[in-house]
């Protein structure tokens, strides 16, 4: 039956719609007539993304559909890193045509390079992983090749016609013109505080993975998913323990049952192991057979078997289901290790060919690595507080990857600034051209930031239980890779670099 119901997809259309619009308000609200033009660019930025979707026959899928949202998050992000460069310009002294010029041309770098990574974290998703997992990078690598286009050709063109006819144009607001810009703060000096920090958020995590472990889904473990609908609110507890009277194994690992409420409290979500290792039709039917008997008598009617096992999206019973084999989970398991490897060590060459050391390399993949683990940690901590489902699955892979591109575009774009302010001042210490670097992009890191959390809060709130656990591992990725690309990647690339080259300081 279909994994997705009328009311969760018209939940995340909703959740979507709102977060476009937030987007679009908080760039005109923060850049002004400059914003605008960005807003122009966006759904000429959607339309191309769904273009190049419907001409190479891609499947929509639900991590799909989350893709081009997140893409709508990030592809302000060009936009962001241009306005800002201008900004300098516009505060060194120079004249608006010339610093729109300059303005660009400093940017490509850092975009170029930031949108680089994350392409290379979107091919080794789509080469490694499954199903929806391939249709969630295919909307992300898509996303960011249109997004680019669009801030760096229509924004552009808009921008220089609207200049060319009257002379003017602004890019702030008076409140957010000199935003972060004048922040002098010693980063580096705060080094140790972070580490420890970061030290201790790993030590918890590995405590949680060693006593609590991970909620494991189908999808790696094998077994089958039910979402059930009742016509009266029911007990998840309730439901648990009659089901546990009929799905009875010799092995109790292959009759563990899970039951949650999902959506409603008329709607639960079972999770079972039972017969997992035989996917034939007849156990099917069997399994089916037997959820019927111990749940049937939760109705305040007498539903059929055939009424149960319907999948009417409208209907009661079954609603949606899904049966996972084991040798298909193994292969998920090991092909969700090999994507988050071959990512991490694909990432890290491409940093040392670009950057030219590999000190560079060593620093990112670190705070990448410290990223994803404090992640699973948190999410083996909290999966059995949170009320909603926290399930280690295909979706959570995907948003694994999500956080390791998102974060390592903005420790590239750090690393580009680091490396222009080397090259312009080569007798400042390391130290002083690090510190200065980070705070020239902070108003940068914080508007990204900002603009992707805002979409993401919105498709968490609005959204539907199935998107709220890939949204939650997103959010928790976007508020600790931001905070890794400023006090974790860049203080153990400098401390690296001190103890390799004692020129360094």
């Known amino acids: 039956g279909p994994s997705l119901g009328a009311d969760s997809i018209m939940a995340g259309l909703i959740?979507?719609?709102?977060?476009?619009?937030?987007?679009?308000?908080?760039?005109?609200?923060?850049?002004?007539?400059?914003?605008?033009?960005?807003?122009?660019?966006?759904?000429?930025?959607?339309?191309l993304l769904m273009g190049v979707l419907v001409s190479t026959g891609a499947v929509l899928t639900l991590p799909g559909i989350a893709g081009i949202v997140l893409t709508m998050g990030m592809a302000v992000?060009?936009?962001?890193?241009?306005?800002?460069?201008?900004?300098?310009?516009?505060?060194?002294?120079?004249?608006?045509?010339?610093?729109?010029?300059?303005?660009?041309?400093?940017?490509?770098?850092?975009?170029?390079?930031?949108q680089l990574t994350t392409i290379i974290t979107g091919i080794v998703l789509f080469v490694f992983g499954n199903g929806p997992v391939q249709g969630f990078a295919t909307t992300l690598v898509i996303g960011i090749l249109t997004s680019v286009f669009c801030a760096i050709f229509i924004t552009r063109?808009?921008?220089?016609?609207?200049?060319?006819?009257?002379?003017?144009?602004?890019?702030?607001?008076?409140?957010?013109?000199?935003?972060?810009?004048?922040?002098?703060?010693?980063?580096?000096?705060?080094?140790?505080?972070?580490?420890?920090?970061?030290?201790?958020?790993?030590?918890?995590?590995?405590?949680?993975?060693?006593?609590?472990?991970?909620?494991?889904?189908?999808?790696?473990?094998?077994g089958r998913t039910y979402v059930v609908r009742f016509d009266q609110n029911v007990s998840a507890e309730d439901v648990r323990v009659a089901l546990d009277k009929v799905l009875v194994s010799d092995d109790a690992a292959k009759s563990s049952i899970e039951v949650k409420q999902y959506g409603g409290e008329n709607q639960m979500r079972?999770?079972?192991?039972?017969?997992?290792?035989?996917?034939?039709?007849?156990?099917?039917?069997?399994v089916d057979a037997l959820i019927y008997n111990a749940?049937?008598?939760?109705?305040?009617?007498?539903?059929?078997?055939?009424?149960?096992?319907?999948?009417q999206e409208d209907a009661n019973g079954i609603i949606s289901s899904e049966k996972i084999g084991p040798a298909i989970a193994k292969d998920m398991v090991f092909n969700a290790f090999y994507a988050v490897l071959f990512s991490l060590i694909a990432i890290g060459l491409y940093i040392t060919i670009r950057f030219k050391r590999w000190q560079w390399a060593t620093g990112a993949t670190?705070?990448?690595?410290?990223?994803?683990?404090?992640?699973?940690g948190i999410f083996s901590m909290l999966y059995h507080i949170m009320p909603f489902n926290l399930e280690v699955n295909q979706a959570f892979i995907a948003a694994i990857l999500t956080i390791i591109g998102?974060?390592?575009?903005?420790?590239?774009?750090?690393?580009?600034?680091?490396?222009?302010?080397?090259?312009?001042?080569?007798?400042?210490?390391?130290?002083?051209?690090?510190?200065?670097?980070?705070?020239?992009?902070?108003?940068?890191?914080?508007?990204?930031?900002?603009?992707?959390?805002?979409?993401?809060?919105?498709?968490?709130?609005?959204?539907g239980e199935n998107?709220?656990?890939?949204?939650?591992a997103l959010l928790l990725g976007i508020i600790i890779g931001t905070y890794s690309s400023v006090f974790v990647a860049t203080p153990i690339a400098y401390d690296i670099l001190r103890r390799s080259d004692k020129k360094v300081k």
């Open 406 to 463: 998102y974060s390592i575009n903005d420790t590239v774009v750090i690393f580009d600034r680091i490396r222009e302010f080397i090259a312009l001042y080569p007798k400042r210490e390391i130290k002083d051209n690090i510190n200065n670097a980070i705070c020239s992009t902070l108003s940068r890191t914080m508007n990204t930031s900002g603009t992707t959390l805002v979409t993401l809060l919105a498709i968490f709130i609005l959204g």
């Open 295 to 311: 749940l049937k008598s939760f109705y305040t009617y007498n539903i059929t078997l055939e009424q149960f096992t319907s999948t």
């Open 366 to 376: 670190a705070a990448l690595a410290h990223n994803v683990f404090i992640v699973i």
């Open 77 to 114: 992000d060009a936009n962001v890193i241009i306005y800002e460069r201008i900004k300098e310009e516009l505060r060194g002294g120079k004249g608006l045509a010339l610093a729109i010029k300059d303005g660009f041309s400093n940017a490509y770098s850092a975009i170029i390079d930031g």
């Open 157 to 222: 063109m808009l921008i220089e016609k609207v200049v060319e006819k009257k002379g003017t144009l602004s890019f702030s607001r008076s409140w957010s013109e000199n935003w972060l810009a004048n922040v002098k703060f010693d980063f580096i000096a705060k080094r140790k505080s972070a580490y420890i920090l970061s030290g201790a958020l790993v030590v918890l995590s590995i405590i949680s993975l060693a006593t609590i472990g991970l909620n494991t889904g189908v999808d790696f473990t094998g």
């Open 270 to 286: 079972i999770i079972t192991q039972y017969k997992y290792d035989d996917t034939s039709e007849e156990t099917t039917a069997e």
């Open 467 to 472: 998107l709220r656990g890939f949204v939650f």
């Open 15 to 47: 959740s979507f719609a709102i977060a476009f619009v937030l987007v679009l308000i908080y760039m005109a609200f923060f850049y002004r007539t400059a914003g605008m033009f960005a807003n122009i660019a966006l759904p000429f930025n959607v339309l």
